[in-house]
């Protein structure tokens, strides 16, 4: 037996605003566009934001060390009232220098924040 599914695309333009000075898409606007797919996928088939607007949610982000030239993070969303996990995701940001060149060993001021956070010695 199949299951219907329910599924809408919505079509964005990406503003100027929304990309980095190689002009690819900031990834931290990925999450406000899943927002925007969210909000019209209600619209179309109506179950309006609303709805579950009045629920409040708790973020929670965790740093992975890595001894590479990356900066990693998970995120654990959760409904403040019933503390169940409505989300997870992760990002991995690289280093790359003023030439755009890939950096292969973390900058200095990283190494610093590390030590300083008591990551390394």
């Not at 009232?81 to 292969?104: H, P, Y």
Request: hydrophobic share 35%.
């Amino acid at each position: 037996m199949n299951k219907k599914q329910l599924v809408h695309k919505t079509e964005t333009i990406i503003r100027f605003s929304e990309v980095d000075s190689m002009g690819i898409v900031w990834h931290g606007n990925y999450a406000k566009f899943f927002e925007d797919g969210r909000e019209d996928f209600g619209k179309h088939y109506g179950i309006s934001y609303l709805n579950v607007y009045s629920n409040k949610y708790i973020i929670e982000t965790r740093y992975i060390d890595h001894d590479a030239a990356k900066i990693h993070f998970e995120y654990t969303i959760y409904n403040k009232k019933t503390n169940k996990v409505c989300a997870t995701g992760e990002s991995i940001q690289v280093f790359i220098d003023l030439n755009r060149e890939l950096m292969l060993t973390p900058p200095t001021f990283f190494m610093e924040w590390k030590k300083k956070m008591g990551l390394i010695d």
